[in-house]
Each structure stands twice: as structure tokens, then as C-alpha cells.
T-cell receptor, first 111, second 115 residues
Framework: GQQVMQIPQYQHVQEGEDFTTYCNSS?????IQWYKQRPGGHPVFLIQ?????EVKKQKRLTFQFGEAKKNSSLHITATQTTDVGTYFC???????????FGRGTSLIVHP | NAGVMQNPRHLVRRRGQEARLRCSPM?????VYWYRQLPEEGLKFMVY????????ESGMPKERFSAEFPKEGPSILRIQQVVRGDSAAYFC?????????????FGPGTRLTVL
């Protein structure tokens, strides 16, 4: 079945440093979604990318969807302590409505 | 404008008991997904339902687990004869339906502990 891998599993940064998490799917995706989950909380939708090669920005966050629609990345510029949490990518394979979630990257920001 | 509601937020059961988890989707949403999350792991898809229909239950164990989304009332995930391995956080998410925007809105989750 479809597998979605995310790396790294954990990332420690000093406040102000940049952060990137990578997402790779074993199959072509119809879209890629990114979610953020704070410790003890629930996943919150951040963004959805649909087109091959698409890039979207939300303030300090930049999201990319690969040309082959099998990989994606999330980059945070100048991290803040409020960025702490686990970032999940999720994507349904072509022809499916069920997104497969990656295991997430936990971001720890040290002040 | 209430979001997705789940109850109870915390549930403790002894081995062999039944657990019933409830999920009320956002107003206007007719699609519900249930996920299970173990500590420091991702979300594992269990079941996808529309009103009165199970669309995809490929992620749900065949035994002891069942789900429904009746015409009236919340969606219910039922776990019979719980075992310690069922301890996890169970999240439901709702969406208006598949389409150009597949965003899922998650509830706060039910943390199930089996003693």
C-alpha cells in the first residue's frame, strides 16, 4: 500500500534558525496537505497544494509540491517558539479520497 | 460556529468492556473520518463515512471495531471487548465532501486508556 515518509522525525533549533521538513510518497498524489499538531492538541489544517511544482507561502512558512507530485517540503524561516509542534504531511493517492499521513516531524524551538 | 466536537475527551475502560466514542461534525459537513494515533506516531486512517453509509473501512480491524454515522445524531466509533493495545488517541475529522478542497477539520480527540 501507499507509504508516506517524513524526515527528520525530530528537529531541535535555536529560535531564529530556519527549519525544513520533507515528505515523500511511494505513489503519485492527487494533492498534498500539511497539518500542525501542538503537544496535547489535535491536527490543524495549514494548507493544500494541488498542482505539480506548486509553491505557496504563508508568512514565514513556504510549502512546495514536487514536479512528480510524490514529494513535498515545508520550510519555516526564522523559527519562533510558537512554531513548536509536530508537522504532518498527508496525501491521497490518485483516485482516492483517503489521505495517508506521514509520521510527522516534531519541531522543538529553544529560546 | 462550532467546530468538530468529540466526547468524551478522556475515557478509561477495563479490559473486556466496551468503548463508545462520539463525533459531531462541523455544521454542513456530511463526511466523517476516524483516525487513531499512538504516542509520537502519525495518524492511522480507520474509516470514512457519509451519512448512513460506510465508504471505506479498510483501516479498521475486522473484529471488535465498528462505526456508524446515522441520519440523525453523531458518528460513533465502537470498540467491543477492549484490550490494552486499544489505548490511543482517537480523532475524528469532518469535511464537506471530496472536491477541490480536501481540508479536514479535526476534533479535539478522545484519549482512550484501557486498564
Amino acid at each position: 500500500g501507499q507509504q508516506v515518509m517524513q524526515i527528520p522525525q525530530y528537529q531541535h533549533v535555536q529560535e531564529g534558525e530556519d527549519f525544513t521538513t520533507y515528505c515523500n510518497s511511494s505513489t503519485t498524489l492527487s494533492n498534498i496537505q500539511w497539518y500542525k499538531q501542538r503537544p496535547g492538541g489535535h491536527p490543524v489544517f495549514l494548507i493544500q497544494l494541488v498542482k505539480s511544482g506548486e509553491v505557496k507561502k504563508q508568512k514565514r512558512l513556504t510549502f512546495q509540491f514536487g514536479e512528480a507530485k510524490k514529494n513535498s517540503s515545508l520550510h519555516i524561516t526564522a523559527t519562533q517558539t510558537t512554531d513548536v509542534g509536530t508537522y504532518f504531511c498527508a496525501g491521497p493517492p490518485i483516485g482516492s479520497y483517503i489521505p495517508t499521513f506521514g509520521r510527522g516531524t516534531s519541531l522543538i524551538v529553544h529560546p | 460556529n462550532a467546530g468538530v466536537m468529540q466526547n468524551p475527551r478522556h475515557l478509561v475502560r477495563r479490559r473486556g468492556q466496551e468503548a463508545r466514542l462520539r463525533c459531531s461534525p462541523m455544521k454542513g459537513h456530511s463526511h466523517v473520518y476516524w483516525y487513531r494515533q499512538l504516542p509520537e506516531e502519525g495518524l492511522k486512517f480507520m474509516v470514512y463515512l457519509q451519512k448512513e453509509n460506510i465508504i471505506d473501512e479498510s483501516g479498521m480491524p475486522k473484529e471488535r471495531f465498528s462505526a456508524e454515522f446515522p441520519k440523525e445524531g453523531p458518528s460513533i466509533l465502537r470498540i467491543q471487548q477492549v484490550v490494552r493495545g486499544d489505548s490511543a488517541a482517537y480523532f475524528c475529522a469532518s469535511s464537506p465532501g471530496p472536491g477541490a478542497r480536501d481540508e479536514q477539520f479535526f476534533g479535539p480527540g478522545t484519549r482512550l486508556t484501557v486498564l
